[in-house]
């Protein structure tokens, strides 16, 4: 006998597509620093390059510790610097294949962990100004880098784009076919 009332095939089918909107002309964009991405690459840039200048009007500023610290923010200064002029004029839209959250991530998170321990190195030589000022900025931008690197890793999991949006609709259908019941054995 034949199972009344149970469907003799149930069919579902989920559609899902995405859709990435760029702009790929370059243009100049004031108002990323508004952003909470781009006030961190600013406040990056500006903390790496006065904990550098302060390592330098420091006495003994060729030390270990002074040029691991220069080293870290100079590397630092450079490379968010060249990050946030690629986001103002947007060619990182331009170029949106390239995984640019991934690698500010691994950047962010690794610099954060490299200012804790520079910052950590000049704030334990005592009577110094100079390297205190450089802790105190060192701090500041590994905080900076280590709430940077949350939000590219909050991104990341959301398969977001660094500049640009991407629209992803999900649909799903369902089809129901009913076999007529066998008759008998």
């Known amino acids: 006998m034949a199972e009344v ?3 003799g095939q149930h069919t579902t089918t989920t559609t899902v597509t995405s859709s990435t ?3 790929t002309n370059i243009r100049f ?47 630092a200064f450079w490379f968010t610097g060249i990050l946030l002029g690629l986001y ?3 060619l990182v839209e331009k170029f949106y294949k390239i995984p640019w959250l991934r690698l500010e991530l ?3 998170a690794l610099w954060a962990f490299f200012y804790l321990i520079a910052a950590s190195l000049v704030v334990s030589i ?5 390297y205190s000022a450089a802790a105190f900025f060192g701090y500041a931008a590994m905080f900076a880098y ?3 690197a949350f939000l590219k890793f909050r ?9 640009g949006t991407r629209v992803v609709s999900k649909q799903t259908t369902s089809a129901v076919t009913v076999t007529p019941p066998r008759e008998g054995y």
């Open 126 to 130: 005592f009577n110094n100004a100079g």
């Open 146 to 148: 280590a709430i940077d």
């Open 21 to 23: 909107t760029v702009q």
């Open 29 to 75: 964009d004031p108002l990323y620093v508004r952003t909470a991405t781009g006030a961190l690459k600013v406040v990056q840039v500006v903390s790496s390059l006065l904990g550098f200048i302060s390592v330098q009007a420091a006495r003994f500023q060729y030390a270990g510790y002074g040029s691991f610290y220069s080293w870290i923010s100079m590397i």
């Open 106 to 108: 691994g950047f962010c």
């Open 155 to 163: 991104a990341v999991q959301a398969g977001g784009l660094a500049q």
């Open 88 to 90: 103002l004029f947007h």
């Open 5 to 7: 009332g149970f469907p």
